[in-house]
């Protein structure tokens, strides 16, 4: 298969009965893949990504839940409007859309991006939210214009090499805010950066193969797309500024944090921004914890979604 496989066949090459489908809400047109019996379980994913980084774990969740992974705003199959990429308004995409497929409550959980709705969702919606989870992420808040974007004196490696600087530099968060250029750039040409995001962020560059790769840079090959995913970042202003009226998030909230510090920045973070907070550190992963430690994320989901 390549990038350009239709989301229904992708749908249906995974164990679980899974159906794509599509939902006009709160004036956008939502793509999602919903399969399982159960409880609903809402799952939100991230850039450079689709719902297809959640393939691994969906047919396991599957057993005991309703799952339902969703393009957010500006992802994959769904619309790419000019605006609307603030958290909170994301957030009332996917409240829109749980409602039109009949449940009243649900599960919720995110990565990357889709953490971000994820928390804005239990925020603003708490009638709304059983359970939430956190994948490696937390709400952008103020920390977010402390963090560094080069090595810091001291902490680069001879040659200059971010690749062997510790820690992680988060270049992308300025990049993608840069109106105009990122279309200019990768338009027709997402594959290496999808590339080198996944050499840089996993643990194992081989979690994320290259049909899965293909899928992401199809996604995002397309102007429109790629300033979509830019539209995520540029709102972050906004989202610190809603995130200062939010009161801490009371539903029960579980983080996974990979590796290169993420489980001791959500230890940090969480502890104020949520009653009954959980954090859980995840060995043997970086960043995109669902694809390269999808047997411990489904063990920690069905653990706390029950």
């Not at 953490?115 to 808040?141: Q, S």
């Not at 995913?229 to 998030?249: C, H, L, N, S």
Request: glycine share 12%; aromatic share 10%.
């Amino acid at each position: 298969m390549s990038g350009a496989v239709s989301d229904a066949e992708l749908a249906r090459s995974l164990d679980g009965g899974f159906i794509s489908g599509h939902a006009e809400v709160n004036g956008v047109r939502l793509h999602y893949v919903a399969g399982g019996r159960g409880e609903p379980l809402v799952l939100l994913g991230g850039w450079p990504q689709t719902w297809w980084q959640f393939r691994k774990i969906m047919p396991a969740l599957a057993d005991h839940h309703r799952v339902i992974a969703v393009d957010l705003r500006g992802m994959g199959g769904s619309d790419k409007p000019e605006g609307g990429y603030d958290k909170k308004t994301m957030a009332r995409d996917i409240h829109e859309l749980v409602r039109h497929l009949g449940h009243d409550t649900v599960n919720i959980a995110g990565h990357d991006i889709g953490g971000m709705v994820a928390y804005a969702f239990a925020a603003n919606h708490p009638a709304g939210t059983r359970r939430i989870a956190l994948l490696d992420i937390a709400h952008p808040d103020e920390r977010f214009y402390a963090y560094s974007l080069l090595p810091t004196p001291g902490r680069q490696q001879v040659g200059g090499d971010i690749h062997a600087a510790p820690g992680r530099y988060l270049w992308w968060f300025a990049f993608n805010q840069v109106p105009g250029l990122p279309e200019q750039l990768l338009t027709g040409r997402s594959r290496p950066l999808i590339d080198w995001m996944c050499d840089y962020l996993l643990e194992d560059p081989a979690a994320i193969g290259d049909h899965a790769r293909n899928v992401y840079a199809h996604a995002y090959s397309t102007a429109d797309a790629v300033r979509a995913a830019g539209g995520w970042y540029r709102a972050f202003a906004q989202d610190i500024e809603d995130e200062k009226t939010y009161a801490p998030v009371t539903a029960p909230l579980l983080a996974l944090g990979g590796g290169e510090g993420g489980y001791r920045l959500l230890s940090a973070v969480l502890a104020e921004k949520g009653t009954d907070a959980e954090v859980v550190e995840v060995p043997g992963s970086g960043h995109y914890i669902p694809e390269e430690q999808p047997e411990a994320v489904v063990r920690h989901l069905l653990r706390f979604f029950g």
